[in-house]
């Protein structure tokens, strides 16, 4: 799992980001591998303000971390689920100890806490039916404290982008 960047964290969630900003993080999401002469060349900018920024951007947390995508299906894991999950009780001592599993299973690569019929949903790679039912049944469900599992295929991939900054 790629470390996350040491940030000092700013107190001030609305951190100012001006047209120069928007454009570094844009040009960072697309290429992470960007370097900074490039992004000073497009930014019109030296390279030293370019690197004062990236590192301002990093230190508040804008840019959380840098991470390569994988292809799921050229690393056999092309079976995706997104699972909901409810549990039995809702303690912060039982969502302590689940969090905990969460983080434990790698299989689940995304996790989120939401409102509704179930508490969490899940996003579950797997290479195959089989492995996603060893998974759902000897991981997932050993839990003491999971109530219902309701586990939806993706049959296919309309839009997945880790684009946020335009």
Do not use: W
């Amino acid at each position: 799992m790629p470390k996350a960047l040491k940030t000092e964290q700013s107190t001030n969630s609305n951190i100012v980001l001006d047209k120069t900003d928007l454009i570094i993080l844009n040009l960072l999401q697309q290429n992470a591998r960007v370097t900074v002469k490039e992004i000073a060349e497009k930014v019109h900018l030296s390279t030293t303000p370019v690197h004062e920024r990236i590192k301002r951007l990093e230190n508040t947390g804008v840019i959380k971390q840098y991470a390569a995508l994988v292809d799921h299906s050229k690393v056999k894991k092309g079976l995706m689920v997104i699972c909901y999950v409810s549990l039995k009780e809702h303690s912060k001592t039982a969502g302590t100890k689940f969090i905990k599993l969460i983080h434990a299973l790698p299989e689940i690569i995304e996790c989120y806490n939401i409102s509704g019929e179930f508490d969490f949903m899940l996003k579950v790679v797997a290479e195959n039916m089989d492995t996603y039912y060893d998974f759902h049944v000897n991981k997932l469900s050993q839990s003491e404290n999971i109530g219902n599992v309701q586990s939806v295929f993706v049959m296919g991939v309309i839009k997945q982008t880790h684009v946020l900054v335009h």
